[in-house]
Nanobody, 123 residues
Framework: QVQLVESGGGSVQVGGSLRLSCTASGTAFTPFAVAWFLRAPGQHREFVAALTWSTGLTYYADLALGRFTVSRDIDKNTVYLQMSSLKPDDTGVYYC????????????????WGQGTQVTVSS
């Protein structure tokens, strides 16, 4: 019933910034957690960052810590990923996902996924 749509991707140079958005629609959106995952070229999805929907508690992978910030706007049913100091290794498709009752870094715990938005960081 829940649909997630990512936006905000694009091409930037090393050191640049982007803000990704993930907007939910279709039904009342009350997940336990919303996360961002990265699928780098030729790789499996990798956890980037997450937050609890009700409290805004955040959790970051090492690759994101200090450079990325995850936040949400409850009234807009939207989660953001603010990315700065971007590196070529940040390149790939970024997916948002919602989990029903936990906040983890495991793909298996998330049951709703967006279509992804492409981020390309060039050197």
């Amino acid at each position: 019933q829940v649909q997630l749509v990512e936006s905000g991707g694009g091409s930037v140079q090393v050191g640049g910034s982007l803000r990704l958005s993930c907007t939910a629609s279709g039904t009342a959106f009350t997940p336990f957690a919303v996360a961002w995952f990265l699928r780098a070229p030729g790789q499996h999805r990798e956890f980037v960052a997450a937050l609890t929907w009700s409290t805004g508690l955040t959790y970051y992978a090492d690759l994101a810590l200090g450079r990325f910030t995850v936040s949400r706007d409850i009234d807009k049913n939207t989660v953001y990923l603010q990315m700065s100091s971007l590196k070529p290794d940040d390149t790939g498709v970024y997916y948002c996902a919602a989990a029903p009752h936990t906040m983890t870094d495991s793909i298996e715990d998330y049951d709703h996924w967006g279509q992804g938005t492409q981020v390309t960081v060039s050197s």
